[in-house]
């Protein structure tokens, strides 16, 4: 295998692994909402939620058409993720957007690293995770302008937790 096709490996299996996150993530939240009748913020998950699966379909393709498998340690992503979701909604509506606003706020610093190993390797990819991030910017300025800077140690455990799963996800 070239260098070229193990960077694009790693980056659509780290991707797609984060992508089933924030589904995850999404779905523990919504749950809790939908269970406490709070419908606002049941809709502005979902929201954000469906746009996430859109990201997620477009890495499933690409890791289908280039026989990229998913992280050894999906399973275990998908519970704690779920957990996270759930946990933060638990909390109240601003520890779910501050849960929000911690991951993207690594994403958004992710996909900016991808963008520049991409360059000279992968246009079409490139161009799309550049359109990711600008969806995860969008996301997080939601959890900025909803969590108003509540729990700043939820928002750095979660910065250090999002980190961590990149790099085990990346090489798993």
Do not use: W
């Not at 499933?60 to 399973?75: D, F, H, Q, S, V």
């Not at 911690?102 to 990819?125: F, S, T």
Request: proline share 2%; with cysteine.
């Amino acid at each position: 295998m070239h260098a070229k096709d193990k960077i694009i490996e790693r980056i659509v299996r780290v991707d797609q692994a984060g992508e089933i996150g924030a589904q995850k993530i999404y779905d523990g939240q919504k749950a809790v909402f939908k269970l406490l009748k709070n419908n606002k913020e049941y809709k502005v998950f979902s929201e954000m939620a469906d746009e996430e699966k859109k990201h997620l379909d477009f890495f499933n393709k690409i890791a289908k058409e280039k026989k990229i498998r998913p992280t050894r340690l999906a399973p275990l992503f998908d519970i704690g993720a779920f957990a996270m979701g759930v946990g933060t909604a638990l909390l109240g509506p601003r520890a779910a957007y501050v849960c929000t606003e911690a991951v993207e706020e690594i994403i958004e610093e992710h996909y900016n690293k991808q963008i520049d190993q991409l360059e000279d390797i992968d246009e079409d990819l490139r161009k799309k995770i550049k359109q990711f991030r600008d969806d995860e910017i969008n996301h997080k300025n939601t959890g900025i302008n909803e969590g108003k800077n509540h729990h700043p140690f939820l928002r750095k455990l979660i910065n250090r937790t999002t980190e961590a799963a990149i790099f085990f996800a990346e090489r798993s």
